[in-house]
């Protein structure tokens, strides 16, 4: 799983009080496990975004994934766990509907094999994203020409025939028009928890890319090698129109 935060920035485990095991012989420190925030940071302060919130948790084989509680401001979140078999830990993710502007407190708990029961706290803050202020200048009119074409490109023809990918669409004439596409491959179910589906073996994304130059009329056509990729393969397309030293771009996401 890829993460955005440092491996060794851990949080503090609140509940370091559980860490102790009775024994037949004496008592034993159990290592807890660690569950590192990847987004969002813990004290960090951040726009509202639809962003999903990502966790990632260490040691999965001692980590009852039955046991994991996920909550945002006191409430369950629902979302899906992922196993990184490189490293063994434990990928969760969900993207909840909504944050409370301003103060935030996400929460993770759950059971060790061992029985060592671990909780961590953070807050973080959503701050409101002002609309910007347009202004005019007095007594100045203009006219919107309602023949200018955006250069933003506009994908009218999205389509998977076979093993063929094809974008066709419109933007300004002559405009350089530049077509990434991440190619992600579905992962397979293992375990069905309840609110979360335990999955692995998902494939590294491939990326694609391919330029075309519009025609008089603003029109392409972009066409890409998609052999191998099984149904539910998703490709998230970053379209980018060039024309001078104007720039506009165009995403969408498709499904195989």
């Known amino acids: 799983m890829k993460t955005g935060f440092p491996r060794h920035a851990h949080l503090t485990v609140l509940s370091a009080l559980a860490l102790l095991l009775a024994s037949g012989v004496g008592n034993t420190i159990a290592e807890a496990q660690m569950a590192e925030p990847i987004f969002p940071l813990p004290n960090s302060t951040t726009p ?13 084989p001692e980590i009852k994934t039955d046991s994991i509680q996920v909550q945002l401001n006191g409430v369950p979140l629902e979302g899906s766990l992922s196993i990184d078999t490189s490293d063994l830990s434990l990928g969760f993710q969900a993207t909840p509907s909504n944050y ?37 200048e007095p007594d100045v009119a203009t006219a919107p020409n309602p023949a200018t074409i955006p250069l933003a490109p506009e994908l009218s023809t999205q389509s998977i025939e076979e093993d063929t990918l094809t974008f066709a669409g419109q933007t300004q004439p002559g405009a350089t028009v530049t077509l990434n596409v991440t190619a992600t491959r579905p ?15 998902a494939s590294a994304p491939r990326q694609m890319s391919s330029s075309a130059v519009a025609d008089a009329e603003g029109m392409f056509t972009l066409e890409f090698d998609v052999t191998g990729d099984p149904v539910e393969t998703e490709y998230a397309v970053e379209a980018i129109a060039t024309q001078g030293d104007n720039q506009d771009t165009t995403t969408t996401t498709l499904q195989r």
């Open 48 to 60: 509202a975004s639809s962003q999903p919130i990502e966790i990632k948790l260490t040691e999965q």
């Open 100 to 136: 409370n502007l301003g103060n935030n407190t996400l929460s993770v708990q759950f059971e060790t094999q061992a029985g060592v029961q671990s909780q961590f706290i953070w807050p973080f803050t959503i701050e409101a994203v002002a609309a910007p202020v347009e202004t005019t």
């Open 187 to 201: 992962t397979t179910s293992l375990v069905d928890l309840g609110p979360f589906s335990v999955t692995t073996g």
